[in-house]
């Protein structure tokens, strides 16, 4: 069974950084596409961030040059690092897997996610 | 603008049929790409409901039925229960975007 274990989410002031990490079992995650996708409190879902197998990397325009995505073969991790943070960066971080080699494809399974809050 | 549009809210009674639009554009579904829905029951972790347009996950009900056509794509539940009460989204791959794009979600509300 495929399961996504995300932490390192918590209270941040703005301007600060923050890694989050997503675990990975059943799966070896530099062999798939992977994403990290956010939900602000009570709000939407809204795209983020994906890594191809090959190591290629994509980003909303809401984060580009502050987020990076990032894995470890190692640790069969996937990892968000979070800078410059700001107010509306606030929200659930959830990791998901795309089906294999489809950057177009959808999100499934999901972690359970972890929250960021970010305020000073 | 790259979006995807769904009414904010819909209802029906128990037992009725409902559907959900999301509605995009030349860059995403006209573009060919594939439209894949979710239900974010409350408190939850958003769950695949259809994928590739028309595809259901196994274990998910054939009360829940998909489609695409053009620029729009609509999700449609037949036989509505109480459970499905719930948030739905629907997602695509925008090529302006150079990634995905959810729409901003539908609350199914049922009498």
């Known amino acids: 069974e495929v399961q996504l274990v995300e932490s390192g989410g918590g209270l941040i002031q703005p301007g600060g950084s923050l890694r989050l990490s997503c675990a990975a079992s059943g799966l070896t995650v530099r062999s798939n596409y992977m994403s990290w996708v956010r939900q602000a409190p009570g709000q939407g879902l809204e795209w983020v961030s994906l890594?191809?197998?090959?190591?290629?990397?994509y980003y909303a325009d809401s984060v580009k040059g502050r987020f990076t995505i990032s894995r470890d073969t190692s640790k069969n991790t996937l990892y968000l690092q979070m800078n410059s943070l700001r107010a509306e960066d606030t929200a659930v971080y959830y990791c998901?897997?795309?089906?294999?080699?489809?950057?177009?494809?959808?999100?499934?399974?999901w972690g359970q996610g972890t929250l960021v809050t970010v305020s000073s | 603008q790259s979006v995807l549009t769904q009414p904010p809210s819909v209802s029906g009674a128990p037992g009725q049929r409902v559907t959900i639009s999301c509605t995009g554009s030349?860059?995403?579904?006209?573009?060919?790409?594939?439209v894949h829905w979710y239900q974010q029951l409350p408190g939850t972790v958003p769950k695949l409901l259809i994928y590739g347009n028309s595809n259901r996950p196994s274990g998910v009900p054939d009360r829940f039925s998909g489609s695409k056509s053009g620029t729009s794509a609509s999700l449609a539940i037949t036989g509505l229960q109480t459970e499905d009460e719930a948030d739905y989204y629907c997602?695509?791959?925008?090529?302006?975007?150079?990634?995905?794009?959810f729409g901003g979600g539908t609350k199914l509300t049922v009498l």
């Open positions: 998901a897997k795309l089906p294999y080699s489809n950057y177009a494809g959808w999100f499934d399974p």
């Open positions: 030349s860059s995403n579904f006209g573009a060919g790409y594939d």
């Open positions: 997602q695509s791959y925008d090529s302006s975007l150079s990634g995905s794009l």
């Open positions: 890594i191809y197998s090959g190591g290629s990397t």
